[in-house]
């Protein structure tokens, strides 16, 4: 932690001032605009104890999640304040009596107070569209054979940590396993405030570098395997998909055996015959429930799909030269001879790769998004 003397530099009063100036939020125009939170807050909290809310269910979820959004933006402005004023009593104490344990505690104060105001900067980079819904996460293995399957679920296993640390909620609605170990691909919902708007950080094709658990003779292997990260779509967005265009199969689900198997025909994988989009779930022990999930699944791809061809032919009417997204090789985890992983895009590093592994993706996540908003701040200009 840094010492007293450094954070003390700048006057406390400034750093609190500072707060009316930080970004934020889309929904508060760019900025921590507090007075038009309250409002918010208020009438949500006069709709949310409306007698006649839970007559319509959906509507009654959606308007208690942006209760709950607009309440923890609202804990985070405050907590900023707080944080500055109690930092700025405290220097006041400690300096009418010279006490080395109260600057400490300034100190302390003001580390906290800094640590809200980068969550407040992250929240300004989750502007876009989609950015507060919750993500739809697939995870395919690449080249490596075994070692990518098992490297696939590696990284699901790595996803589902970090969404469990923010206590977002998850659903396994699809896996494939591998011919020997891990899975050939996963499909993973997760839902949260902005889930989607820090999880689009991670799309892209993820190497691991290790001495390999399969070889018999120990030798390092590479292994890849690609995540993809689409917006769940609320009901404000209707995507029409035409009965005809769609080829349905049921198949038996399962894993790798004991009461993960099911004797029945319940798995449904459903082909969009025009853009060649495949969705399968085998989450549910009914066809019916596992179809309606690979269909919500299939409305947000075709979304996406479109959006994406949109925004290409727009880059090559205005002759830009687009990135490759999906499928460019984002990180590397390297296990073996040492412990690294390191973000292609960003140069950030980090030395402890078992703690990335187990979830630990924010200074990851967080430096994507500067990165991004970065680049998009210099094309526009």
Known sequence: MRTSTSLLSTPVSSASASLHCVPASPSSGGVFDET???????ELEEASARPDLWEDREKAERLLREKRRVERELELVDGIELAFSDAEVLLELAQEASDADTLSEVAEKLGAGEARLEDAELHAMLGGEHDGA???VEINAGA???DAADWAEMLLRMYLRWAEERDMTTEILDVQAGDEAGLRSSTVTIQGDFAFGYLKAEEGVHRLVRISPFDAQHRRHTAFASVSVIPELDDSIDVEVDEKDLRVDTYRAGGAGGQHVNKTDSAVRLTHEPTGI????QNERS???NRAQALKVLKARI??????EQEEKMAAMRGEKQEIGFGSQIRSYTLHPTQRVKDHRTGVEAGNAQAVLDGQLDKFIR??????????AGSSS
């Open 278 to 281: 495949v969705v399968q779930c």
């Open 144 to 146: 490596g054979g075994t």
């Open 36 to 42: 038009g939170l309250r409002k918010k807050q208020q």
């Open 303 to 308: 979304y996406e799909h479109y959006r994406r």
């Open 367 to 376: 430096a994507t998004l500067l990165w991004k908003s970065t680049r998009g």
């Open 287 to 289: 066809q019916h429930k």
């Open 134 to 136: 919750g993500a739809i």
